[in-house]
């Protein structure tokens, strides 16, 4: 029997039929999953009354007996702190390391500002007074925690309660996460208004997309910057999901048209694909105010949920999950690499996901007023920071129109008199256009509204300009070129009701340069300027806690942090040789920190007594990355030919860098190379030693700027004029008692206003005679290099700082290639400038007279000043009054 083989048997599906008789489906047809439905909380200003109205007294007795309330004292604070350790985290007292101080510190304040969070909620609500919503791509928030410590006023209290659990709060702090979400000045530019909306008690959401790995993380192998991802939300105390709060948003798909029973054309988007859009909210605090407004952000979702069974069942494993990680791909990544086709689509698809989901909440919260839809513009401001947003007038319009029924002129009406643009670029190529077969597939509807408001808007223009037929193929929003692009920025100003740029220099360059026919056809009364700012709690208080506190014993307290203006009460302290002993000392502990910071993450050791000239910011060309590091390989070629004894004369400098390349610009990633290689060989040539040291900073973010700008003697701004819309980090290195190296570009011209020009080294031709130039580079006759230029190309050609075929493109683009950001013409001025700043630096009584002047007359450059021009001149909304008995001490 043992040796008989057993029958193979074939399995049997059923016993009670043949497998021939099986056919057909076992599930309903067509579907595979459960459809999404949306869903929403909240209620508008007249339900929430009638609900509080509708709760027993006794309820609500026993619900206030015991609602929760934040810590208040020392004791409270370390109540919380043990209690999320415990019960939040698992944890105890044998294995609470820093990352767990962090984690239940941040609960601790979270908690408190939850509280403040609903409580604003609540007030903004049953006041029903207008709301600003900003739109940005980009919000380069910082760490949190030390600034929630700092807004409630409790940091010294957290200080003495983690000292007292065993924890220094510096190393705590330490281990938090940038938010990986933003990039540049223009995410930190958002940052600093939502902090200001809040500090000045205006009620005002942001709206962003939540990045599951920002940008990237910068790491530097071999003097390369290679992108790998940010997992920054491994532990987030800061956000809230709002699995409640949910968008179905449609892309690809065809319209129908259809005639309704009133006899009117209507449009249906149909069919396409859909994703879900999840709300993240981050608290955003006020400064010394109960305050605390709401950052809301869009991670994306397949709208079908995460897994689909039957295609798991029938053996197809990769498509079951290929719905979810198509749709997680647009809340992935900022700025994905649109090199490609498909990059493009992304970020396209990127930009309508976060502004559908955005109007989609911002309408809803409207109707609950039950207003009538002529109020809209009464009730909501909606700011674009940038040309990204812009689809967002699109879609109101179709949501007023295809959804709501209203008529085409009301809709639009409403839509402009909702939006607002900001300008960020006076860089003709980098105003945003997408091709319309791109917004053809994607967003078929879309289309169609935007050549119907090019038609229209087309159609006025002829009737007020008849005749000139080059007119309006220079205004028309469809470019007719091949294939056809729509201009983004086009589409802004037609569908806002005002256009802002971010300096007096770039308002005046964007009216009379790349906007100018815009101009003519609304009047200058659409275009205005707001010059940006900063917010002095980041940017002073918190980056430099030692210069706030020697500012507040001079003004007579912190109310320079919500006015900035009384810094002007410095000035009369600016010969008292105890402060100014006092200034310098500070300086100088803010450049150890840095020494030892670059020490430890690079292995460079530098002297905190030389000068540390910095430039940290986006790589761009424009921005002139390429001239610094040229204008080091001068300063070590002057110092190699010098005998040891002049040498012993010269001045010390650390040349520190830093900032991203976008992972698809070339000559930006070759700049970061030759950093570094130049880098490599003058920081190892010991007859240079202390004299020069040229340190690359990886991975720069908010953290780091807070770090390094407080360290500064220079700071370098020095783009090509009338490129740089306004740049901020120069009000931050000033504010911080830093000089600046700079070009008539940008803020730069408005910070000499008020400091005067003693006190800032300007360099360089002015923006009105750029165009020339560029002009005689392109036709005219092949203008001579630069010698001392020239001199520094030879070395490099030489190969004395590597292969001098990885640097060829970065010479060639000046040397053969028209020089288009004026790098040669520039040079002679640069470095003689540079001469300058040392000789102004080895007078150091003279130099310290220079900073606390500048600091002291820092007071225009708040972002609280910026917020109140944007209320009054373009939103038209007020402040909330907050009650007395509300005020934080």
């Not at 980056?543 to 320079?560: D, H, M, Q, V, W």
């Not at 202390?690 to 953290?703: C, P």
């Not at 008020?754 to 165009?771: A, Q, T």
């Not at 007359?857 to 609280?864: A, I, L, V």
């Amino acid at each position: 029997m043992s040796s008989q083989k057993l029958v193979s048997r074939e399995r049997r599906p059923s016993v009670g039929a043949p497998i021939v008789d099986i056919q057909g489906s076992v599930g309903p047809a067509g579907i595979s999953r459960p459809k999404h439905k949306r869903t929403f909380t909240g209620f508008g200003a007249g339900e929430i009354k009638h609900v509080e109205a509708s709760i027993p007294e006794p309820l609500r007795n026993t619900w206030r007996k015991h609602q929760t309330s934040g810590f208040k004292d020392k004791d409270g604070f370390e109540r919380e702190v043990v209690r999320h350790v415990e019960t939040t985290l698992a944890r105890s007292l044998y294995n609470c390391d820093e990352a767990a101080a962090y984690s239940a510190t941040a609960l601790a304040f979270r908690d408190r500002l939850i509280l403040e969070w609903n409580r604003t909620q609540q007030r903004q609500t049953f006041v029903d007074s207008k709301r600003v919503y900003y739109l940005s791509l980009e919000f380069l928030m910082g760490r949190a925690l030390d600034n929630a410590m700092l807004n409630v006023g409790q940091k010294e209290l957290a200080k003495v309660g983690l000292s007292e659990l065993g924890f220094r709060i510096e190393d705590v702090i330490q281990q938090e996460h940038d938010a990986a979400l933003g990039n540049g000045g223009l995410g930190r530019l958002a940052a600093c208004f939502l902090d200001s909306l809040a500090s000045l008690n205006y009620p005002a959401w942001g709206y962003g997309l939540r990045y599951r790995y920002g940008i990237f993380k910068q790491e530097i192998i071999d003097g390369y910057q290679v992108e790998v991802p940010d997992y920054w939300l491994d532990f987030n105390p800061w956000e809230f999901p709002r699995h409640d709060v949910t968008v179905d948003i449609q892309f690809y798909g065809s319209v129908e048209k259809k005639t309704n029973d009133a006899g009117r054309t209507v449009c249906h988007w149909e069919g396409g694909e859909t994703v879900k859009a999840v709300a993240y909210d981050m608290p955003i605090p006020g400064h010394a105010t109960p305050t605390t407004n709401n950052l809301r952000l869009w991670s994306s979702k397949a709208a079908s949920g995460e897994f689909d069974f039957q295609k798991f069942n029938s053996g197809d494993y990769e498509s079951s999950v290929a719905d979810q990680q198509r749709a997680e791909t647009i809340s992935a990544v900022l700025y994905p690499n649109d090199n490609l086709d498909r990059g493009k689509e992304l970020r396209l698809k990127q930009q309508y996901f976060w502004v559908a989901a955005s109007l989609y909440d911002i309408v809803r919260r409207f109707k609950k007023t039950k207003r009538p839809w002529n109020e809209f513009p009464e009730q909501v401001a909606i700011q674009l920071n940038d040309t990204h947003p812009t689809l967002a007038i699109v879609e109101l319009q179709r949501i007023l129109v295809d959804l709501e029924g209203l008529e085409w002129d009301e809709a639009w009406n409403i839509v402009v008199n909702t939006f607002g643009y900001t300008n960020h670029t006076v860089l003709p190529e980098a105003l945003e256009k997408w091709s319309v077969p791109l917004v053809q597939h994607l967003l078929p509807r879309h289309l169609q509204i935007i050549y119907d408001i090019n038609l229209f808007f087309l159609q006025k223009v002829e009737r007020k300009f008849p005749g000139d037929v080059q007119l309006l193929r220079d205004v028309s929003i469809i470019e007719e070129s091949q294939p056809k692009m729509v201009r983004m920025a086009y589409l802004a100003i037609v569908g806002s009701h005002k256009v802002n740029g971010v300096a007096e220099l770039h308002s005046e360059l964007i009216q009379a340069t790349i906007f100018k026919d815009f101009v003519r056809i609304f009047g200058p009364d659409k275009f205005t300027n707001v010059t940006n700012g900063i917010t002095p709690r980041r940017w002073l208080h918190q980056a430099n806690p030692r210069l706030s506190e020697l500012i507040a014993s001079k003004t007579g307290g912190y109310g320079f942090l919500k006015d900035l203006t009384q810094l002007n009460q410095l000035e009369l302290h600016v010969n008292d040789k105890q402060f100014r002993k006092e200034w310098a000392e500070i300086k100088y502990a803010n450049k150890v920190r840095l020494a030892k910071h670059i020490t430890a993450t690079t292995g460079i050791t530098v002297n905190p007594t030389a000068l540390f000239d910095v430039q940290v910011k986006r790589i761009h060309e424009y921005k002139r990355q390429q001239m610094n590091i040229f204008g080091a390989i001068h300063r070590y070629l002057t110092l190699k030919a010098m005998s040891p004894e002049e040498r012993q004369k010269q001045l010390p400098r650390v040349s520190i860098f830093g900032g991203k390349a976008a992972p698809g610009y070339w000559m930006a990633k070759q700049i970061i190379h030759l950093i570094n290689s130049v880098g490599a060989v003058i920081n190892n040539d010991k007859d240079i030693g202390d004299l020069l040291k040229v340190v690359f900073v990886e991975d720069y973010n908010v953290s780091k700027a807070e770090m390094i700008i407080p360290a500064s003697d220079i700071s370098e701004h020095i783009s090509t004029a009338g490129t740089e819309a306004s740049g901020t980090s120069n009000m931050k290195f000033v504010l911080n008692g830093g000089l600046i190296i700079g070009t008539c570009d940008g803020a730069n011209i408005e910070i000499t206003r008020e400091i005067d020009e003693p006190n800032i080294f300007l360099f360089g031709h002015l923006s009105e005679e750029v165009e020339p130039l560029r002009h005689a580079h392109r036709y005219g006759a092949a203008s001579p290099l630069d010698p001392d230029l020239a001199r520094v190309f030879e070395e490099i050609e030489k190969g004395t700082f590597g292969n001098p075929q990885d640097f060829a493109g970065m010479i060639s683009a000046v040397r053969d290639h028209g020089d288009y950001y004026l790098v040669s013409d520039d040079f002679s001025s640069y470095i003689a400038t540079h001469d300058a700043v040392d000789e102004a630096y080895r007078d150091q009584e003279g130099w310290i007279t220079k900073c606390i002047t500048s600091v002291s007359r820092m007071g225009f450059f708040s972002s609280d000043r910026c917020i109140n021009e944007y209320a009054e001149g373009i939103w038209n909304v007020e402040p909330l009054k907050v009650g007395e008995h509300a005020e934080r001490a």
